[in-house]
């Protein structure tokens, strides 16, 4: 029969598939697309799609450099931890035009983190604002981009307004072992019970 | 002169993508007739009932496909994954199976439900093993 990519999954064990959702969230070009291969077992279900002229005056290029492509279909991310549990990232569409996908994506979901650009900060306002109503947990994570200035992450956990319950971390999104300790940070806080939504 | 109207070969010369759009193997249903729309990341599970029977008209090769790949439990994002349907054709196509009695969905997560603390430490220890 058709050849099984991945572990984890059978059921002939008798262990039942136990998936978690991660949403990664951040402005447009902050790399969530990155963040999400960085780690991912299997390549992202994304469409990278040329940027067209249709997009001028709607995507903010400033500073991106070469970005000419952007994600129209979902980052989609998978990472077996054991046999039953598995983690799933989803990367949510950066532009406001396609925030309408958020709540779908969002739903359920263990927990979030933000993708920060600090050149462009104020790009993932709509991304913490979302998640703080929806009372999602979730960190906010500096994407370290080469020749960005550096800050400390208490300044712009300051500048975002965060909650003091909301870790900021620093991070390379090309790294595997960043991204890991991102997702570490998340739900060591979630565990932690910081923030009081807990259900039960 | 008149342009020869309907030449067949005239359309092959530009690149119209797939031959099949999308959400012609839905028959056009952009939503489950029946049932609740799933999650990304409800899981699924073949029956072993239902569909099994070589009828060719009880569904389309889509259908067929995603069916055999139901033999172990999958989470709908992963079907989408594994077939490279658009998720909305997934949804559509899976909700028949259901229908038919071919498909089971095993589990559904709760909006906002957290895990328990056990949980939280088996995901924090394959994390920090990865």
Known sequence: MASVPFDGTSSGTGGELAPFKIVIGGGFG?????FVHAISEVRPLHTEEA???????????TDLGAKRTTTVALDYGRITLTERVVLFLFGLPGQERFSFMWDEFSYG?????????????DDCFASVNYFEKLQVPFVVALNCFDGAPKYDPEEVSAALDLDPSVPTVLCDARDPSSVR???IALVENISGGSGGTESR | MMAVLGDPGRWQRRNYGPVVRPYAVTRGRTEPEVGVVLDLIDVVVATGEGAHDDDPARGTPEHRTILALCESQLTVADLASRTGLPVGVVRVLLADLIEQGAV?????RPAGHRPGNDVLQEILNGLRAL
């Open chain 1, 30 to 34: 902050a790399g969530k697309t990155t």
């Open chain 1, 51 to 61: 940027l067209s002229t249709a997009s001028i005056g709607f995507d903010d290029l």
């Open chain 1, 109 to 121: 979901a263990l927990g979030a983190v933000v993708l920060a650009d600090v050149r462009r900060l």
């Open chain 1, 181 to 183: 300790d991102v997702l």
């Open chain 2, 104 to 108: 089971t969905v095993v589990r559904q």
